[in-house]
Every structure is written in structure tokens, then in C-alpha cells.
């Protein structure tokens, strides 16, 4: 029975050392054509942006579409849940244990009202914000420890109407900008895979 056990023992090993390796990258959105240019919905558009790049397909599985693919021994998998915003956590939840992936190799990618527009901010744990994304999250996962990506959409709205600024689409100002925001994001979802949480936010916080 030692073999059995020492083999067993391997065999854990090296599927930790596997699961360090996967990454879920989560962008938050909700499903439907009507909020698919919204500014809530910049989660869905920035994992959208990087399977364009690698020329990549989401496809629909349980609590979501879900697309991956590797880089340097890297395992990458992007998830955008329909769920619903409200409902977010459930689907994070399930992919995580599904792939074996511990809070500190999942990033949640969020809009933000309080951060000028395509403002960065990367964070290792921190408030849900009033963010009903992230609000689900810490409650389905009990913590407010995990690594969110959070782009700044600005607060240019009057008020009494913040809910059809956050579901309206993006000025023909802002549209122009995004390409290069939705670049920089992509940066930051391979860094933070490559480099590590701590060098993605000393590299990119504030660009």
C-alpha cells in the first residue's frame, strides 16, 4: 500500500502544480442583444476583444460562454457568465471548482463609476464598490478577497440617472478610445498570468 500512497502523493502534486497554471479570467456583462454596447457590459467586450485577437470561440457551457487558450505554459480560461450581473458569483463559483482554480488565479474584469473613463485599476481584494458583479461574488464565494480588474466609466451623468448611463452605450468619444483601453487590457490579463498580480498593478494601475 506504500506505492499507492506515494503515488497517490505524486499524483497531487502535480496536479497542484497544473492547477497553478490555469487562470479564469471573468468578465462581467449581462446577456442580451440590448446591453451588448453598454458601458456595464465592458467585461463581456474586453474577453470578446482578446478572443478576436487570438483568434479564439466562445462556446456555451454551464453558467456561461467559456473560450480558452495557453501562453508560455499558461492555461487561460475566459468565462463571461449569463447569469446576469446580479447573479455573477454562481457562475465564478462553479468554474473555479470545475478547473481547480483558487481565488488568487482568478481576475474579475468590472466596469467603474467611480474612475474616470478607461481609467485602470487592479486590485487584490477590496469592496464590492455597490456593484451588484461584484457584490454576488463576495457573497457566493464568502470574501472580498480576490483579484478584480476594475475600467473606469466615468460618472459624467445627472442625477437620478445612473441606471441609464451604466446601461446606455458609449459616447462616439469614448468609442474611439476603447481599441487602445481594449489593448491595454489585454496586456494586463496575460501579465497577470505571466507576471503575477503584484507586477500586473506596479505595471499597469493608473494607465
Known amino acids: 500500500m506504500k506505492w499507492l500512497t506515494q503515488l497517490f502523493s505524486k499524483t497531487t502534486e502535480v496536479d497542484n502544480i497544473d492547477s497553478m497554471k490555469k487562470f479564469l479570467i471573468v468578465g462581467l456583462g449581462n446577456i442580451g442583444a440590448e446591453y451588448v454596447n453598454t458601458r456595464h457590459n465592458i467585461g463581456f467586450k474586453i474577453l470578446d476583444y482578446v478572443a478576436q485577437k487570438e483568434s479564439l470561440s ?4 454551464k453558467l456561461g460562454t467559456v473560450t480558452e487558450y495557453s501562453i508560455k505554459g ?3 480560461i475566459l468565462l463571461k457568465p449569463n ?6 458569483g454562481k457562475a465564478v463559483h462553479y468554474w473555479m471548482d470545475k478547473e481547480n482554480i483558487a481565488k488568487e488565479n482568478v481576475l474579475i474584469i468590472t466596469d467603474d463609476l467611480n474612475l474616470p473613463f478607461g481609467t ?12 451588484n458583479g461584484l457584490k454576488n461574488i463576495q457573497l457566493i464565494l464568502n470574501t472580498s478577497e480576490y483579484p478584480r480588474f476594475r475600467f473606469g466609466i466615468s460618472d459624467e451623468f445627472k442625477k437620478g440617472q445612473q441606471v441609464d448611463y451604466v446601461l446606455g452605450e458609449w459616447s462616439e468619444e469614448e468609442k474611439t478610445k476603447l481599441t487602445e483601453r481594449y489593448e491595454v487590457a489585454k496586456q494586463i490579463i496575460e501579465s497577470f498570468a505571466l507576471a503575477g498580480l503584484n507586477n500586473t498593478m ?3 494601475n493608473g494607465k
Do not use: C, P, Q, V
Open 58 to 61: 466562445f462556446e456555451t457551457a
Open 74 to 76: 499558461r492555461k487561460l
Open 83 to 88: 447569469t446576469y450581473m446580479n447573479l455573477s
Open 120 to 131: 485602470i485599476r487592479i486590485k487584490a481584494k477590496g469592496s464590492d464598490g455597490g456593484h
Open 202 to 204: 506596479n505595471s499597469f
